[in-house]
């Protein structure tokens, strides 16, 4: 189909998602890597047993021998069939580059560093990942700020009968509270920042803290800081990205969308007692990359750009074959660029005005 055909049809699956009764729990735009002017719609529906995995392509026979022609003219010399594999790997050059800087721990880590686990200071059950430090300007003042989700840093209200995410501003901890008991550690000893940004849906789930002043969190930092790429708003489908996650490491995928929608639970709202629903838009989506406690990620492109921020995955019931590389589920990110574009704005869940200026990561 078209790529205009696809995005109706991504709206469409949106529609329905935003069903409660929807066992529709993500849906995608994917491009043909073979014949760029392709496209097919991928999404998942949920039994109540797992996720499974559907693909609409739509295409007419003419079509399929226009492209079958093509194919034959563009692979003649290759008659074994092979073609370049992205799978899970961690030999990319930005594979190379995070791993030379970084190596996952659960410990206390000082200067702190993306890929170390993170939480807020009162949550004693759930980990996520210091996806990356940047700095930022406000009223011509810099500083230094880290970047993770809002599910992570911010804490869940003991009630709910709303939307009602807490408004406070959290301390951020590292480790986080859940490894903290383990280590005795006291509460001065491993605060590291306080939350000054939060946002939850429908585009992106981000939480920014600001690292605290005269802190041995950052104590050297600059001095040994490597000033990253900024993140661009245009990157390319099916080519290789890295994330750097507390709970799985430096793992590589494969892109597979800029246009992705995910239904999830969300953690701020209840209804009578009951979970409520929320549908994500404007993600990106790549093969499976992550798992719980890796969740606040950076997403970085095969050039060593940041793209994304990781926030959520699916596994399918039954994984499948794709080039020879099992794929097991999906991982989604938001889009970096339209994160900062709301900070620069100052907007969030409260109306809070605190517009921030993006610089540039260290890594």
């Known amino acids: 189909m078209t790529e205009e055909q696809a995005k109706q049809k991504l709206s469409e699956k949106i529609e329905e998602m935003k069903k409660p009764t929807s066992k529709v729990i993500y849906a995608a ?7 760029k002017t392709l496209y097919k719609l991928e999404y998942g ?16 026979e003419e079509e399929k021998k226009i492209f079958r022609e093509k194919m034959r003219l563009e692979y003649s010399l290759n008659e074994d069939g092979s073609k370049d594999i992205i799978g899970v790997v961690t030999e990319t050059s930005m594979g190379k580059l995070l791993s030379s800087f970084y190596e ?43 970047i993770s989700n809002m599910h992570v840093l911010a804490k869940y209200p003991e009630t709910y009968n709303q939307w009602v995410p807490t408004k406070d501003q959290e301390d951020v901890v590292q480790p986080s509270e859940k490894s903290r008991e383990s280590i005795n550690l006291k509460k001065a000893d491993y605060k ?11 585009e992106v789930d981000v939480a920014i803290a600001k690292i605290c002043c005269n802190h041995d969190a950052v104590k050297g930092f600059y001095n040994s800081a490597f000033k990253m790429n900024p993140f661009v708003e245009e990157f390319e489908i099916n080519t290789a990205a890295s994330k750097l996650g507390y709970k799985t490491g430096l793992t590589t995928a494969k892109i597979k969308s800029k246009h992705a929608a995910i239904r999830i639970e969300n953690p701020f709202t209840k209804v009578n007692g009951l979970k409520k629903h929320i549908v994500f838009t404007n993600q990106i989506m790549t093969d499976d990359m992550a798992e719980g406690g890796d969740s606040g990620s950076l997403l970085i492109d095969q050039y060593g750009v940041p793209i994304g921020l990781t926030f959520a995955d699916i596994n399918f019931k039954k994984s499948y074959l794709e080039g020879g590389v099992k794929i097991k589920g999906r991982t989604f990110h938001n889009r970096l660029d339209l994160i900062f574009k709301m900070l620069e704005k100052g907007e969030n869940y409260n109306n809070k005005n605190y517009p921030l200026k993006f610089k540039y990561f260290f890594t």
């Open 29 to 35: 735009i994917l491009q043909d890597e073979k014949d």
């Open 45 to 60: 529906t949920n039994d109540g047993t797992g996720t499974n995995y559907h693909v609409e392509t739509s295409v007419t």
């Open 104 to 146: 996952p721990v659960e410990e206390f880590v000082r200067p702190i560093k993306a890929g170390i686990g993170i939480s807020d200071i009162t949550s004693k059950e759930k980990t996520g990942t210091l996806g990356g430090i940047f700095l930022g300007s406000q009223n011509n003042q810099t500083a230094l700020y880290v």
């Open 192 to 202: 590291i920042a306080t939350t000054v940004w939060k946002q939850f849906g429908p």
